[in-house]
């Protein structure tokens, strides 16, 4: 069975003691609203954590609203955190069926687009989920097309081709995590696939938040 990787959203309450627990796998955890400490860590909205060994997570004074990726083998059910005070749900699932082989690397990064940005028909060395944070995106892949708002998740494969057309009236942003070879850390997993289109300005810019090697299936 293929691995798969889950996106949740988690929001805790400021209530006093209130904290809960993760089991050891590999993850990344962005702040979307308040602060957290994480792995006795602070974080602050707009930051993230990565790490793939058991943890804690304790909210803010204000309470904190995060969003959580793990990479779990396909035979390992989904397990829904809970704490007193605690609102949880899975958000997206999808079996990593094009992981790729040999050494992994998880890449928690952000793709930022100016109004009427665009991605021009590309493809990815690997799977991963996205979440859109701001603004409103449509994606088109596999001749349909389907439109993001702020909170919208969506699954892209990593060989499929993809174009995306940001909206025109305001800023788009998205948080995404992939699995990647190991050596693209550091580099750019995009591949465009028409000649014209790699030299090209491009709208896009992007922000890595963590580029770490996981260990998965034996790989480490």
Partial sequence: MHPVLRLYEDVL????????????????????????SIDGKTLNEGDAWQG??????????????????ELARGDQASTVA??????????????????????????????????????????????????????????????RSSSYG???????????????????????RFIRVMILPRELMGKSSIQYVNDDDKAKPKTQSYKIYADAPIEFGGKR
């Avoid at 997570?57 to 959580?68: A, E, F, L, N």
Wanted: proline share 9%; net charge positive; with cysteine.
């Fill in 13 to 36: 309450s400021s209530a006093e003691n209130v904290e809960f627990q993760l089991a050891p796998l590999p993850r990344f955890i962005f702040v979307t609203h308040g602060s957290a």
């Fill in 52 to 69: 793939s060994t058991g943890t804690v997570v304790k909210p803010g004074p204000s309470g904190v609203t995060c969003w959580r990726w």
């Fill in 82 to 143: 809970c704490a007193p005070g605690m609102i949880t749900h899975e958000k997206l699932s999808a079996y990593l069926e094009t992981l790729p082989k040999g050494y992994l690397l998880m890449r928690g990064d952000s793709v930022a687009f100016p109004p009427g940005g665009r991605a021009f028909l590309h493809r990815h060395q690997g799977p991963g989920i996205r979440c859109l944070i701001e603004g409103g995106l449509r994606v088109d892949t596999h001749g």
């Fill in 150 to 172: 702020p909170g919208g998740a969506w699954y892209e494969s990593g060989p499929d081709n993809v174009f995306a057309q940001a909206s025109a009236g305001k800023a788009t």
